[in-house]
T-cell receptor
Framework: EPEVTQTPSHQVTQMGQEVILRCVPISNHLYFYWYRQILGQKVEFLVSFYNNEISEKSEIFDDQFSVERPDGSNFTLKIRSTKLEDSAMYFC???????????FGPGTRLTVL | GNSVTQMEGPVTLSEEAFLTINCTYT??????LFWYVQYPGEGLQLLLK?????DKGSNKGFEATYRKETTSFHLEKGSVQVSDSAVYFC??????????????FGQGTILTVHP
């Protein structure tokens, strides 16, 4: 069964460093998302991506964040200069059509020291 | 803006017990409503959904009914199994039956079922 994969499963970084979280969505899916969950808090929407551009973003998704689909298969989230408060589980999701469900990856746990 | 309030956990039950996890929402219009489940080490999986008032979503013995009058979408199962142990998330999406666009999640409820 097709699934969304994410790498790495756990990323530890120093404050101020850049990190890139990688996601491989399900093949032929058209809509892509990033969410995050700070420990003990709700899963929060970050950004949606369709047709090679951002379709919606939340207040969290400021200039420090960017997304890219560089090669038609990977979908990446970059945080330019990490802060302690960026420590969270980051989930990628993909969707085949607007009436199908969003399929989630297992998440990347980001720890900023 | 949209918001989801979900029953605080954790919830601990014995096998074959009845399960209810409460979920209420605040939104304009008629959003789509979802329950997602996360098993240990895995991503969130869609458990069931409802796209309009009075719709009942069901899957794997779980049910939830879209109640517009009480703005609720409570999850129920008549007889839980140990394999149901997981984290359950209530979520709200866009209106019109679509699943496109951002999902607004509740805080998640940890369910543990003992033999």
């Amino acid at each position: 069964e097709p699934e969304v994969t994410q790498t790495p499963s756990h990323q530890v970084t120093q404050m101020g460093q850049e990190v890139i979280l990688r996601c491989v969505p399900i093949s032929n899916h058209l809509y892509f998302y990033w969410y995050r969950q700070i420990l003990g808090q709700k899963v929060e929407f970050l950004v949606s991506f369709y047709n090679n551009e951002i379709s919606e973003k939340s207040e969290i998704f400021d200039d420090q964040f960017s997304v890219e689909r560089p090669d038609g298969s990977n979908f990446t989230l970059k945080i330019r200069s990490t802060k302690l408060e960026d420590s969270a589980m980051y989930f990628c999701a993909s969707q085949g059509s607007s009436y199908n469900e969003q399929f989630f990856g297992p998440g990347t746990r980001l720890t900023v020291l | 803006g949209n918001s989801v309030t979900q029953m605080e956990g954790p919830v601990t039950l014995s096998e074959e017990a009845f399960l209810t996890i409460n979920c209420t929402y605040t939104a304009t219009g008629y959003p789509s409503l979802f329950w997602y489940v996360q098993y240990p080490g895995e991503g969130l999986q869609l458990l069931l959904k409802a796209t309009k008032a009075d719709d009942k979503g069901s899957n794997k013995g779980f049910e939830a009914t879209y109640r517009k009058e009480t703005t609720s979408f409570h999850l129920e199962k008549g007889s839980v199994q140990v394999s149901d142990s997981a984290v359950y998330f209530c979520a709200l999406g866009n209106a019109g039956g679509t699943s496109y666009g951002k999902l607004t999640f509740g805080q998640g409820t940890i369910l543990t079922v003992h033999p």
